[in-house]
């Protein structure tokens, strides 16, 4: 357990820290509405943003029926529904914090939530 002295911001930043976390499952881990994570995550991304010595990762949504990727998608969220298949079985995008020298993953610091 994080302690609680900490915002929540620094909170979800120490935890996607070298992992790659749902929005749902950070939420469980915070003990807070996903709703609310989702909206500190914009602001998360600006920080790392500045800090040259790590990036934020993000693990794009993909649709479990087709398999089309979400890799144009600004938005931080869940989409409803696959442009492809129309399903709505659309999997959670995942969040993450590496240094800067791994090469783990898509970056995408400059994710805006329009």
Same mark, same amino acid.
């Given at each position: 357990?994080?302690?609680?002295? *900490?915002?929540?911001?620094?909170? /979800?930043?120490? $935890? /996607? ?9 950070? !939420?469980?881990?915070?003990? /807070?509405? #996903?709703?609310?994570? #989702? #909206? @500190?995550?914009? @602001?998360?991304?600006?920080? /790392? !943003? ?22 144009? *998608?600004? *938005? ?9 298949? =129309? %399903? #709505? ?9 590496? %240094? !800067?020298? %791994? ?7 400059? $994710?805006?939530? =329009?």
């Amino acid at each position: 357990m994080l302690p609680p002295e *900490r915002t929540p911001r620094q909170r /979800i930043i120490d $935890v /996607i820290t070298g992992t790659r976390l749902s929005s749902y499952q950070l !939420a469980q881990m915070l003990g /807070i509405r #996903e709703r609310q994570v #989702e #909206e @500190h995550l914009t @602001h998360v991304v600006k920080t /790392i !943003a500045r800090d040259k010595s790590r990036r934020f990762v993000l693990e794009p949504s993909r649709c479990q029926d087709c398999d089309f990727v979400f890799r144009d *998608r600004r *938005r931080l969220t869940r989409p409803s529904r696959c442009p492809h298949c =129309r %399903s #709505e079985d659309i999997m959670a995008p995942r969040y993450g914090i590496d %240094s !800067a020298g %791994s090469r783990s993953g898509p970056v995408d610091s400059q $994710v805006s939530n =329009r």
